[in-house]
């Protein structure tokens, strides 16, 4: 797995870190600002210190997008812990993104 | 590539088309699909709308030199090559020549979260890789509606599906975008709304438990094409579609006679046969020697050195061969040599139309100078409707007849209706028609066969007696008695009764003769007794005569030797003795 571009938020050493967290975009466009900060807002909020977000833009990297099977932008992909799951969209409905990251159950 | 220039009259709107390579499509929508523009094909499940779009992509991509992408919905890249693998398409190949490209968009809606705004880019991502990669032209999006089972937000699909149809417009690419069929609409998400110039139908329709596939152009946007419903077929070498329809009354009709192998039948065609490129029909009940007939023809028709392609919808090859071995006739030599090539199958197997399609392929590729198609009755059974027959029927032979390949068909007539009538009106499409029929009498049945029609030619009127001997057919020509005509026993009795009185009638003449040479040889023998008489007579009246010569001469020396012998003169007497000894 390449890393286009990877983005430590956090004091990241902490035993807990084991999320990992990839965020496709395609340039910088309106919904992927957003889906970052969204992002980036609830990972501070619940997962303080033991997340990894990984950016990834397909337009500089497209082949990745057939690799990692990215049909839409925004997409979310929990590559750590297992099962990889994927939430779409630029992350504006926190309770669908929790839902999506199993975040209950993990925090 | 595009067949039409912006100046043709057909195209007004300058609409260029790219052709697809399958077989038929072509020639419906008048060269091809629209080129640079994306083109529906929607079908119920099963239609063959992923086999048309690949077939496009792959001949695409061998024939016409356009590179391609695939972008599938709903099966993976290794499934896909699978599946076509069996048309001969070998996609890992062409993939690795770089001349396709197959992308599998895999959409599982139970891993998915929405979480507010977002839109398709990543699938534009994907194509546009795709694309550049390749340097396509043909662009297949296989099912694109997948994407509305996966995805809730139908406000940002249908305006990303718009905007990916407009961005393919915007590439030049020709696309083919397959959609599942709706209850009432052509797809089931409307996706016909985004496509406006070409959409095509693509139907699975069963009935009598037979299927028939079926294509129709609903529309084609600013060009003139074929709007009916084709029949196609899909098999090992693809695509096949039949654009039947197309053809007219336009086909030069042949002066050049051929012969029919039955001596007696090229005789009632006033002695010369059937017109090359004409259609014969052969009706009689079951058993009545249809098939001996198309052997016969089949046996002249390669022995002449010509093609023939022979249709058994009854019975199996090896079965004809080898009766018609026991009638003296070997077919299979003929096989063996490549002149006849022999396709058996249940009419059962397909819908009278994909009986079409096929009897259509098969003459493409074989390229026969006579096909015999025994029985076409079969065909009729497998269809509901006799319209429809004389529909399918009349374009199958308009076709062969446009090809100048004469056409021979077998049809089974049943004993209950009359033979005219029983098939169904397709004697206007025949030129020649020959009826074989059983004649019952005198506890026998017997076979006659007449000329019903023929066209331009004197044909005989003629019923002649139809025999299938162990060196063939042959035709013989009928007694006429007081109840009709004689055939079988009767004929033979009334042959023997014949010969029997023509020998009475010899022998008559012989005892005549007979008589006559006797009483000739008595009267000779009379003749010559009469004769042997009167030779006696003459005789016994010749020595009369000579004896008194002889003696009135003796009479004469006597009265010489007498005076002689008075004189006394000695001399005198041995003069005359040389007179005696000529007695």
Redesign the interface.
């Known amino acids: 797995m390449k890393k286009a571009r990877s983005k430590k938020n956090g004091n990241g050493n902490g035993n807990g870190q084991h999320w990992i967290l990839r965020l ?1 975009i ?1 340039g910088q ?1 309106p ?1 992927s600002v ?2 970052l900060s ?1 992002l980036n807002a609830i990972c501070e909020s619940k997962l303080k210190g033991q997340y990894k977000i990984e950016i990834i833009d ?2 500089r990297k ?2 990745l ?2 690799e990692n ?8 992909v929990r590559q750590m812990p297992e099962p ?10 926190k309770q ?2 929790l ?2 990251l199993a975040l209950e159950e993990a925090v | 590539m595009a067949k039409n220039s912006n100046g043709n009259s057909r195209t007004l709107t300058g609409i260029r088309k790219v052709p697809t390579g399958v077989k038929g499509l072509d020639e419906i929508t008048g060269g091809g699909l629209p080129q640079g523009r994306p083109t529906l094909v929607c079908g119920s499940a099963g239609s063959g709308k992923t086999m048309l779009a690949m077939e496009f992509l792959v001949r695409g991509a061998v024939q016409y030199g356009e590179p391609g992408v695939f972008m599938a919905f709903e099966e993976t890249a290794e499934e896909l090559s699978q599946n076509v693998a069996s048309l001969g398409f070998d996609l890992p190949t062409l993939t690795r020549k770089k001349k396709m490209y197959l992308d599998y968009v895999h959409i599982d809606p139970s891993e998915i979260q929405e979480t507010g705004d977002y839109d398709l880019e990543g699938i534009f991502v994907r194509l546009k890789l795709a694309v550049d990669s390749v340097g396509a032209k043909r662009v297949v999006l296989d099912t694109l509606e997948a994407l509305f089972s996966g995805l809730k937000n139908q406000a940002v699909l249908r305006a990303e599906i718009r905007r990916l149809f407009r961005w393919l417009k915007d590439h030049g690419l020709t696309a083919v975008i397959t959609a599942e069929r709706g209850e009432g609409t052509l797809s089931r998400y409307g996706l016909e709304e985004y496509v406006s110039d070409c959409v095509i139908l693509l139907d699975n329709r069963v009935r009598e438990q037979v299927a028939t596939r079926r294509m129709r152009i609903v529309k084609y946007r600013g060009t003139a094409h074929g709007a009916n419903e084709y029949p196609f077929l899909i098999d090992d070498t693809g695509f096949s579609v039949l654009p039947l329809s197309s053809l007219g009354l336009q086909h030069q009709a042949s002066t050049q006679r051929i012969g029919t192998g039955i001596a007696g039948l090229d005789e009632m065609l006033a002695g010369k046969g059937l017109y090359r490129g004409s259609t014969v029909l052969v009706s009689g009940m079951a058993g009545s020697g249809k098939t001996s007939i198309a052997a016969h023809f089949a046996d002249a028709t390669c022995s002449a050195g010509q093609k023939c392609l022979y249709f058994a919808l009854e019975e199996s090859f090896s079965q004809v061969s080898r009766n018609m071995k026991s009638i003296g006739l070997d077919i299979k030599k003929h096989v063996d040599r490549g002149l006849l090539n022999c396709q058996a199958w249940r009419p059962s197997s397909y819908s009278l139309e994909m009986h079409l399609v096929r009897l259509h392929k098969s003459v493409e590729e074989f390229k026969p100078d006579a096909v015999i198609f025994d029985p076409i009755t079969n065909l009729i059974v497998s269809a509901a409707d006799p319209l429809e027959v004389t529909s399918v029927l009349t374009r199958f032979i308009d076709f062969l007849k446009v090809k100048q390949i004469t056409a021979l068909f077998t049809s089974l007539t049943s004993a209950s209706s009359a033979a005219e009538t029983s098939d169904v009106g397709i004697s206007s499409l025949i030129d020649t028609w020959l009826l074989v029929r059983d004649l019952e009498s005198n506890g026998e049945r017997n076979r006659a066969l007449y000329v019903i029609k023929s066209r331009g030619m004197a044909h005989s009127n003629q019923v002649r007696e139809f025999r299938i001997t162990g060196h063939g057919v042959e035709l013989i020509p009928a007694y006429l008695g007081t109840h009709g005509v004689l055939t079988g026993t009767s004929r033979m009795i009334q042959e023997a009764q014949e010969a029997a009185e023509q020998f009475r009638r010899q022998h008559e003449v012989e005892r005549k003769r007979f008589t006559l040479e006797t009483k000739r040889k008595k009267i000779d023998a009379q003749i010559a007794a009469l004769r042997a008489e009167y030779d006696m007579a003459e005789k016994e009246a010749m020595s009369v005569v000579e004896e008194a010569e002889a003696a009135r001469k003796q009479r004469g020396v006597d009265r010489f030797a007498l005076a002689k012998s008075r004189s006394s003169n000695g001399a005198e007497h041995r003069k005359a003795a040389p007179v005696l000894e000529q007695k």
């Not at chain 1, 099977?69 to 979310?76: D, G, S």
């Not at chain 1, 990889?84 to 409905?93: F, N, P, T, Y």
Request: no cysteine; hydrophobic share 50%.
């Open positions: 496709y395609a466009t919904k957003a889906a969204n397909l337009a497209p082949e997008a057939r099977q990215i049909f839409a932008i925004p997409t979310l990889i799951r994927k939430i779409i969209g630029d992350l504006s409905d669908r993104v839902l999506g």
